[in-house]
Nanobody
Framework: QVQLVESGGGLVQPGDSLRLSCAAS????????MGWFRQAPGKEREFVAG????????DYSDSVKGRFTISRDNAKNTVYLQMNSLKPEDTAVYYC?????????????????WGQGTQVTVSS
């Protein structure tokens, strides 16, 4: 069993930065692929970023590449999403997810544990 708790969301202006954190409980965190997904109102959930169990591989959606950075600290059971140069179209609920059967995956169907989500709103 893995429990995930996101934090760090909020209301920011275009061009600002935010860092999301996801604290995980459970012994399988360090061997799990971790990902960030988001869902905007009226839209389907989409993959944002993923990181392999040791952190050696990362992937990003085209819409955030170059602006967002995913990282993890297995000693702290925490995964982060650093978001820079935020745009209004980044507004969404951001979810942290764990895929405990995969060392790396970016397919949401492989993610078997999800957090409750944290709201990010980018508006002037």
């Amino acid at each position: 069993q893995v429990q995930l708790v996101e934090s760090g969301g909020g209301l920011v202006q275009p061009g600002d930065s935010l860092r999301l954190s996801c604290a995980a409980s459970g012994r399988t965190f360090s061997s799990s692929s971790m990902g960030w997904f988001r869902q905007a109102p009226g839209k389907e959930r989409e993959f944002v970023a993923g990181i392999s169990w040791k952190g050696g591989r990362t992937d990003y959606s085209d819409s955030v590449k170059g602006r967002f950075t995913i990282s993890r600290d297995n000693a702290k059971n925490t995964v982060y999403l650093q978001m820079n140069s935020l745009k209004p179209e980044d507004t969404a609920v951001y979810y942290c997810a764990a895929a405990t059967d995969w060392s790396y995956t970016n397919y949401d169907v492989h993610y078997n544990y999800w957090g409750q989500g944290t709201q990010v709103t980018v508006s002037s």
